[in-house]
């Protein structure tokens, strides 16, 4: 009974949202030719059209989440409390410790809060009043926290002295927490059993020597404890990128083919043709596909944190992920340069190719704005 009610309602939710969603897009086009084309009613029109599309997102959990990393919907077959969540998640560690019971400023609704930590950042949990669907958001400002209910039994832990490889894995987790706390959320909601939160270690820590540079320039990757795995050609004119291993030996080849709307790379391993990257047209987030042996890869922009970070999965599992422009600081140390965080080693070689193409990538943008 009670999973037919929550079937309903979310038809009823979709059906909604779409005919208000068209009927705001409707007329946000209508002011362009209302207004005689004046440049005014176009971006007016144009405001009103995006808010159209936003409503019509808003319709489904699938929908809504592929449009936004900030906040994600997790939809219930039966609908839950928040204490129940709260009862399931209390023992669970995450980079930003055990949940706690908390209300903020904005919102009527008792909350599920992970951290803040020291930088103010913090995921945060709401049901709405119906029970059925549920919200996962991140922010760092923490001011908008109103009142503990309680304090979570697992504090923040980010006492990492001078190793920068821990204190890069935090940073790392942090960002990738809120899939991670989504998909637990979500199986919590089905089965009853919440996910455990998987922490990196060091030894999947790999480091650039420095930031790309659309000047061109010989770069190396190295691992935590200092030693140079691989070394990056990316001298002018940038259409060929190298990555060649410690003998010199050329392991990755990417070159990037000129006057295509959508950015697309050849990748050649060994001198042999290894895939075609590919970038897919979305208006929320950078995203890239290929084809390889194994299946299908993809390269996913995360746009819910600060930075340019991307996750790397194959056939949807994630293998790796990129990270730029963390901002990580530490006594005596200020580290901005891009950073790989590699869950599968036999696939190092690859997700050094492709932050390469990333940061240069993400170069070009930078130029071009």
């Avoid at 779409?18 to 971006?43: C, D, H, K, T, Y």
């Avoid at 023992?91 to 908390?102: E, H, V």
């Avoid at 970038?279 to 299908?296: A, D, P, S, T, Y």
């Amino acid at each position: 009974m009670e999973e037919l009610k929550s079937a309903k309602y979310l038809r009823r939710r979709k059906i909604m949202c779409r005919i208000i969603g068209v009927a705001v897009a409707v007329f946000g086009v209508w002011l362009w030719s209302a207004g005689n084309w004046s440049e005014f009613w176009i971006s007016v029109g144009t405001v009103i059209l995006i808010i159209g599309i936003a409503i019509w997102m808003m319709g489904s959990p699938q929908d809504y989440n592929s449009s936004t990393d900030v906040c994600a919907m997790i939809s219930m077959d039966i609908p839950k409390t928040i204490e129940e969540f709260y009862e399931a998640f209390k023992t669970i560690d995450t980079p930003l410790g055990s949940c706690w019971l908390g209300k903020f400023y904005t919102m009527k609704q008792t909350a599920l809060v992970w951290g803040p930590d020291n930088n103010g950042q913090f995921l945060y949990f709401w049901i709405t009043n119906a029970g059925i669907t549920g919200y996962l958001g991140y922010s760092f400002l923490d001011s908008l926290i109103k009142k503990r209910i309680n304090e979570p039994l697992i504090p923040v832990s980010e006492n990492f002295g001078d190793n920068l490889a821990e204190c890069v894995c935090y940073n790392s987790d942090v960002v990738l927490l809120q899939k991670q706390l989504k998909e637990s959320l979500e199986n919590f909601a089905k089965t009853g059993v919440p996910l455990e939160i998987k922490e990196s270690n060091p030894s999947e820590v790999y480091y650039f020597s420095e930031d790309f540079k659309l000047t061109g320039q010989k770069f190396e990757l190295y691992d935590k404890d200092g030693n140079v795995l691989y070394e990056v050609n990316g001298t002018m004119p940038l259409i060929n990128l190298y990555i060649y291993d410690n003998n010199h030996e050329e392991i990755f080849k990417m070159t990037k083919e000129i006057g295509q709307v959508l950015t697309k790379y050849k990748f050649y391993y060994k001198g042999e043709p290894y895939g075609v990257l590919e970038k897919q047209f979305k208006l929320v987030r950078h995203k890239f596909e290929m084809n390889i042996n194994e299946g299908k890869l993809e390269l996913t922009e995360y746009t819910g944190s600060i930075g340019h970070n991307y996750t790397v999965t194959v056939n949807g599992e994630i293998i790796g992920s990129i990270m730029d422009d963390l901002k990580i600081n530490m006594p005596n140390i200020v580290y901005d340069n891009a950073v790989l965080m590699v869950y599968d080693k036999k696939y190092l070689p690859l997700l050094t190719a492709m932050a390469v193409m990333v940061a240069r990538e993400i170069a070009r943008d930078e130029e071009d704005e």
